[in-house]
């Protein structure tokens, strides 16, 4: 934890108007072992770090994630944390939500929780495995929509019409997860391959110059990111080029993207099939091979 983690949530708490009814959620960052982890499995961790860093900024998106604070009213009110799910941080914040029929909110902390990235002491390919793995659990929060669907509906005269959407959000949001990897990817030939007809039209001649612009566009936002991304982690340690990172750096381009399909669409995508089929997962540790580095103290 940060060193003055603590103090910004005592401080957050005691400044919330309504302190028993909030969860607090800082910042977790996957940044102690960032440097000993294949560049893939880098780039997704600072990619999850960075999406917190933008969820937090919209307190009314915002919902507990890994590491977060509720008093013990709340846990009390919500009978505490589901011993029946295997994401029972995103769960919680609905158990929460509707043990006070609707009242309950997140309260954003803008101080760093430090988190391992994952490591699989058994080399890159059990390290991707196990990315893999995690990211499936983590899409495997989308079996919150029937219990929030479920809820919403018999609590309907309780809940603020605004409520449902929430409930909109959380389905809108697990559906933008697997699919949208997908879509960037195969969007430039999609119509064509759809509609035969649709390269004889105008718009048609036109649509591969402005896609290449599009992407172009999106691409300085992806600078933007890589630049801030870049500040904040933790310096780099010494040591020797290895070439199997000379590699990585090469195959970067082709790489990360097909990355964001597996890692992202595919995770996802296999979850809700399970899901939808009845194939339940069990919760599983992910490996982590500790390797501490050093990490930001003050600021």
């Given at each position: 934890m940060h060193p003055v983690y603590f103090a910004a949530l005592t401080w957050t708490f005691l400044t919330a108007p309504r302190p028993h009814l909030m969860s607090y959620q800082p910042l977790p960052m996957y940044f102690n072992n960032i440097w000993a982890v294949p560049m893939i499995v880098r780039s997704i961790s600072v990619g999850s770090s960075f999406w917190q860093m933008i969820e937090a900024t919209r307190p009314y998106r915002l919902r507990n994630f890994s590491a977060h604070s509720q008093s013990l009213p709340l846990l009390l009110k919500s009978k505490f944390w589901s011993k029946t799910t295997i994401v029972e941080d995103g769960h919680q914040y609905w158990r929460s939500f509707f043990a006070t029929n609707g009242e309950h909110t997140v309260a954003p902390i803008f101080v760093p929780i430090y988190q391992?990235?994952?490591?699989?002491?058994?080399?890159?390919?059990?390290?991707?495995?196990?990315?893999?793995?995690?990211?499936?659990?983590?899409?495997?929060?989308?079996?919150?929509?029937?219990?929030?669907?479920?809820?919403?509906?018999?609590?309907?005269?309780?809940?603020?019409?605004?409520?449902?959407?929430?409930?909109?959000?959380?389905?809108?949001?697990?559906?933008?997860?697997?699919?949208?990897?997908?879509?960037?990817?195969?969007?430039?030939?999609?119509?064509?391959?759809?509609?035969?007809?649709?390269?004889?039209?105008?718009?048609?001649?036109?649509?591969?110059?402005?896609?290449?612009?599009?992407?172009?566009?999106?691409?300085?936002g992806m600078v933007i990111t890589i630049v801030i991304s870049r500040l904040l982690l933790p310096p780099r340690p010494r040591f020797r080029l290895h070439s199997n990172d000379l590699v990585e750096w090469i195959l970067a381009p082709i790489l990360l993207p097909l990355a964001n399909i597996l890692f992202g669409s595919l995770a996802a995508i296999d979850a809700q099939t399970r899901l939808a089929l009845g194939k339940y997962l069990e919760f599983r540790p992910t490996a982590k091979a500790v390797e501490r580095q050093a990490l930001p103290t003050t600021n």
């Open positions: 391992d990235a994952v490591h699989s002491p058994d080399g890159h390919l059990m390290t991707y495995q196990e990315q893999y793995i995690q990211k499936r659990r983590w899409a495997w929060g989308v079996s919150d929509v029937p219990f929030v669907l479920t809820q919403m509906w018999a609590r309907r005269h309780q809940l603020p019409r605004s409520s449902w959407l929430q409930a909109l959000r959380l389905i809108e949001g697990h559906t933008t997860w697997a699919v949208t990897s997908l879509v960037l990817a195969i969007f430039g030939w999609l119509p064509m391959l759809i509609n035969q007809t649709f390269r004889t039209t105008v718009f048609a001649f036109h649509f591969a110059a402005d896609y290449q612009h599009l992407l172009q566009f999106a691409m300085g």
